[in-house]
């Protein structure tokens, strides 16, 4: 089964045919970095990483671009704040954002630009839409013409005139157009700024992103992604500058991830239910975090509580017991039969369902539903009387590769071992309940519980996990 991807331009589940065979060329928007990031930050960081996993996991080689908007408005009212020049608060929250991402199980990206480092690009790309009549100097800044290209307005499915009606022009800005938008802006006194044919300044936000396309992509890519919010203007506004620049399709596949809301209201910084990810991963786990932004379709809104996280938290054991079930009775056992092919055929074929939610347009809601299918059957199994090591190994297998596709590594536990008093009381609980001394037996267990070690009886014998 081929691969569908929900486009945002054609508004259809569309085939994915890459420009290059066995290659994906993918543009990712990434955060302004004025600021620790927040869970909506996080979500596109996530859904687009698994994206990228799968067509990996496909044989895909995959060109990934996520850039760093280090120049901006918002940076620039941060460092005067601060007393800091701005590349020194770019630098900060840039490496912050790549500590919380890591953390999220989000790989590097092939190339992570930043608007400072491809200033002579976008320059030149400006310096381009002027010469092609595209767009105009006014007293120092450059505006670029929507009406002058044909098609504006077609990611967006609004015609110019009704994107004019809600456009203004602001104090201060000398365009000829309320549509117009900004590819430079001249420098104010103080601010940052960079020489340029219209004179010292600092670019536009939406020129970046099509200037760093083109410089690591190429003229045309297969898919360029964000955030649901970012299809108006930014996104219209790229596809305008870079299909009149190259006269080339700008990218063949829309991707946008649904918002965030907070305890069911959309999250802002007015409404005083903004949370950051750094924050969320000191007091959860960040696979659970991944987790619970994977268990909702990525276009769909996404309802963050912590009743619904601890949910996920539950789902993502359950999944995660199977699995290490599996490993207690393959390292235990000394019934082994042959090979069940009845039972690798099952696993197959939930292995194939998995990819089959995938190829549809990525969907990790129902991917996840076919993993605890995947972890009920495994626990059925382990009931059986005698078990085959090759069954148990591929149940293991389809587990741990189909949560990789997820970003997620289940095999990784806590590094820390149990010290030697814990270790004595366990052996002692062991002892008393063979004894069959149980109100022994459960004040060890009590005792452990305060020490934050969780004891569970299973048909393939004690376990412990942290609290």
Same mark, same amino acid.
């Given at each position: 089964?081929?691969?569908k991807?929900?486009?945002t331009?054609?508004?259809?589940?569309?085939?994915?045919?890459?420009?290059?065979?066995?290659?994906?060329?993918?543009?990712?928007?990434?955060?302004t970095?004025?600021?620790?990031?927040?869970?909506?930050?996080?979500?596109?960081?996530?859904?687009?990483?698994t994206?990228?996993? $799968? &067509?990996?996991?496909?044989? =895909?080689?995959?060109?990934?671009v /996520?850039?760093?908007?280090? +120049? #901006?408005?918002?940076?620039?009212?941060?460092?005067?704040?601060?007393?800091?020049?701005?590349?020194?608060?770019?630098?900060?929250?840039?490496?912050?954002?790549?500590?919380d991402?890591?953390?999220?199980?989000?790989?590097?990206?092939?190339?992570?630009?930043?608007?400072?480092d491809?200033?002579?690009?976008?320059i030149?790309?400006?310096?381009?839409?002027?010469?092609?009549?595209f767009?105009?100097?006014?007293q120092?800044?450059? $505006? &670029?013409?929507?009406?002058? =290209?044909?098609?504006?307005?077609? /990611?967006?499915?609004?015609? +110019? #005139?009704?994107?004019?009606?809600?456009a203004r022009?602001q104090?201060?800005?000398?365009?000829?157009?309320?549509?117009?938008?900004?590819?430079?802006?001249?420098?104010?006194?103080g601010?940052?700024?960079?020489?340029?044919?219209?004179?010292d300044?600092?670019?536009?936000?939406?020129?970046?992103?099509?200037?760093?396309?083109?410089?690591?992509?190429?003229?045309?890519?297969?898919?360029?992604?964000?955030?649901?919010?970012?299809?108006?203007?930014?996104?219209?506004n790229?596809?305008?500058?870079?299909?009149?620049?190259?006269?080339?399709?700008?990218?063949?596949?829309?991707?946008?991830?649904?918002?965030?809301?907070?305890?069911?209201?959309?999250?802002?910084?007015?409404l005083?239910?903004?949370?950051?990810?750094?924050?969320?991963?000191?007091?959860?786990?960040?696979?659970?975090?991944?987790f619970?932004?994977?268990?909702?379709?990525?276009?769909?809104?996404?309802?963050?509580?912590e009743?619904?996280?601890?949910?996920?938290?539950?789902?993502?054991?359950?999944?995660?017991?199977?699995?290490?079930?599996?490993?207690?009775?393959?390292?235990?056992?000394?019934?082994?039969?042959?090979?069940?092919?009845?039972?690798?055929?099952?696993i197959?074929?939930?292995?194939?369902q998995?990819?089959?939610?995938?190829?549809?347009?990525?969907?990790t809601?129902?991917?996840?539903s076919?993993?605890?299918?995947?972890?009920?059957?495994?626990?059925?199994?382990?009931?059986?009387?005698?078990?085959s090591?090759?069954?148990?190994?591929?149940?293991?297998?389809?587990?741990v590769?189909?949560?990789?596709i997820?970003?997620?590594?289940?095999?990784?536990?806590?590094?820390?071992?149990?010290?030697?008093?814990?270790?004595?009381?366990?052996?002692?609980?062991?002892?008393?309940?063979?004894?069959?001394?149980?109100?022994?037996?459960?004040?060890?267990?009590?005792?452990?519980?305060?020490?934050?070690?969780?004891?569970?009886?299973?048909?393939?014998?004690?376990?412990?996990?942290?609290?």
């Amino acid at each position: 089964m081929s691969i569908k991807i929900y486009n945002t331009l054609t508004r259809e589940k569309d085939k994915f045919i890459p420009l290059e065979e066995g290659k994906v060329s993918m543009y990712v928007c990434g955060p302004t970095v004025y600021n620790y990031i927040h869970i909506g930050n996080a979500r596109p960081a996530i859904v687009f990483d698994t994206v990228r996993r $799968y &067509f990996e996991y496909k044989g =895909f080689k995959v060109n990934y671009v /996520l850039n760093f908007t280090d +120049v #901006d408005d918002k940076i620039i009212k941060a460092a005067k704040e601060l007393g800091k020049e701005v590349p020194e608060i770019a630098n900060k929250f840039i490496h912050a954002y790549q500590e919380d991402v890591k953390k999220l199980g989000v790989k590097e990206a092939t190339h992570h630009p930043r608007v400072m480092d491809t200033m002579e690009d976008i320059i030149a790309f400006i310096d381009a839409l002027v010469q092609q009549g595209f767009a105009y100097e006014a007293q120092g800044d450059v $505006y &670029f013409k929507p009406r002058a =290209f044909d098609g504006y307005g077609k /990611l967006s499915h609004q015609s +110019v #005139d009704e994107l004019r009606s809600g456009a203004r022009i602001q104090v201060g800005e000398k365009k000829e157009d309320p549509l117009d938008f900004a590819l430079w802006k001249k420098a104010k006194d103080g601010e940052i700024a960079w020489e340029s044919p219209w004179g010292d300044g600092r670019p536009g936000w939406h020129i970046e992103c099509s200037a760093m396309a083109k410089k690591y992509l190429g003229d045309t890519i297969d898919i360029h992604a964000g955030g649901q919010d970012l299809t108006f203007p930014h996104h219209e506004n790229e596809i305008a500058q870079s299909e009149a620049r190259n006269g080339k399709a700008f990218a063949n596949y829309w991707m946008h991830n649904g918002y965030i809301n907070i305890n069911n209201e959309k999250m802002s910084k007015s409404l005083g239910n903004f949370v950051l990810t750094r924050e969320l991963i000191e007091m959860h786990d960040p696979k659970v975090l991944r987790f619970f932004m994977l268990s909702v379709h990525y276009r769909n809104p996404i309802n963050f509580t912590e009743e619904l996280l601890e949910s996920a938290k539950h789902s993502y054991d359950r999944i995660k017991t199977a699995y290490h079930n599996l490993e207690h009775r393959k390292a235990s056992s000394m019934n082994l039969v042959d090979d069940d092919h009845t039972w690798l055929q099952e696993i197959d074929s939930r292995k194939k369902q998995f990819e089959a939610a995938m190829d549809d347009d990525f969907n990790t809601a129902n991917a996840i539903s076919v993993l605890f299918d995947l972890a009920k059957e495994a626990n059925l199994y382990l009931k059986l009387e005698q078990t085959s090591t090759k069954v148990i190994e591929a149940f293991q297998e389809t587990i741990v590769s189909l949560f990789n596709i997820l970003g997620i590594q289940i095999t990784e536990e806590e590094k820390e071992l149990l010290d030697e008093d814990i270790e004595n009381l366990i052996k002692e609980r062991n002892n008393a309940r063979k004894s069959r001394d149980f109100a022994r037996a459960d004040e060890i267990r009590d005792m452990l519980k305060q020490k934050g070690i969780i004891l569970e009886d299973t048909p393939q014998g004690v376990r412990w996990k942290r609290g």
